[in-house]
């Protein structure tokens, strides 16, 4: 086949690592995990675990980087996953090379993102969470290309693994494997720098988790940046696969 750049927009706390673990197991698809992280923390200097190490590791030039995603495809594999958080994409930046990339949106509902992120991270903003920044690009990329790009619902996927990613897989032109729907354990030379404050449940896991019901009680100003985020949400889940 063609080779094809799967860029997948997603934000933290989603089921986007698992998701390429499930893509990394293919023998034809090689993956990489968050390739503008350095450039975001570089520009915004926010607090994230391990930012120095982030910045060290990466390339902070977001040009270099879109130069080198929508290049070559690395060791001549038939597919290249890469995972991406759409709050990278900072204002200002032009993102018309996504437009070269095969693109796919991962959403799940804002107020189980919220609840699993301040875990790791003691504050949160709307920003911070991507859902924004997703609804953005998808609108860019829909009027820009003339169709809809697809959009998985983390909560519909995990009910339904098989058959959601053979749909995914159909919606992006690509055959299905089912050597997506289970991994070996344990860490990737692929994962970011990051992997040791955010993987751990992922090292552990073997799949996809089963579903489960997640949904907590939130406090206020934790409940109202999941409410400023629902709008977005919403409007990419009507485009969810069923």
């Given at each position: 086949?063609?080779?094809?750049r ?9 089921i986007?690592?698992a998701?390429?673990r499930a893509?990394?197991?293919r ?11 350095a ?6 200097q ?5 930012r ?5 590791a990466?390339?902070?030039?977001w ?11 690395p ?5 290249w ?8 994409l ?9 437009r070269?990339l095969?693109?796919?949106f ?6 189980l ?11 949160v ?9 997703q609804v953005?690009?998808?609108d860019?990329?829909?009027q ?19 058959a ?14 089912e050597?997506m729907?289970?991994?070996p354990?344990?860490?990737?030379a692929?994962?970011?720098v990051?992997?040791p ?16 019901d ?5 406090p206020?100003?934790?409940?109202a ?9 919403e409007?990419l ?6």
């Open positions: 086949m063609t080779p094809i799967i860029a997948a927009w997603s934000g933290p706390r989603n986007s690592t998701m390429m893509w990394e197991n023998p034809d698809c090689i993956v990489v995990d968050e390739p503008l992280y450039h975001y923390l570089q520009a915004t926010l607090d994230h675990p391990a120095d190490e982030v910045i060290a990466g390339d902070p030039d040009r270099r980087v879109a130069a080198w995603l929508t290049g070559p495809v060791e001549g594999r038939a597919i996953y890469q995972k991406h958080m759409s709050h990278h900072l204002p200002g930046m032009d993102t018309a090379w996504v070269q095969t693109n796919v991962l959403i799940r509902d804002p107020a993102v919220v609840a699993s992120y301040v875990k790791s991270r003691a504050r903003e709307a920003a911070d969470i991507g859902l924004l920044q953005q690009l998808f860019e990329l829909a820009a290309l003339g169709e809809l790009p697809p959009v998985i619902d983390a909560e519909r996927f995990l009910q339904a693994p098989e959601q990613g053979r749909a995914l897989c159909q919606a992006l032109g690509v055959p299905f494997s050597r729907l289970s991994w354990p344990g860490p990737r692929s994962d970011g990051w992997a404050h955010w993987y751990a449940a992922v090292w552990q896991s073997t799949g996809f988790e089963p579903w489960r997640k949904r907590v009680p939130l206020a100003d934790l409940a940046v999941a409410e400023a985020c629902r709008p977005a949400y409007r889940l009507a485009h969810a696969l069923g």
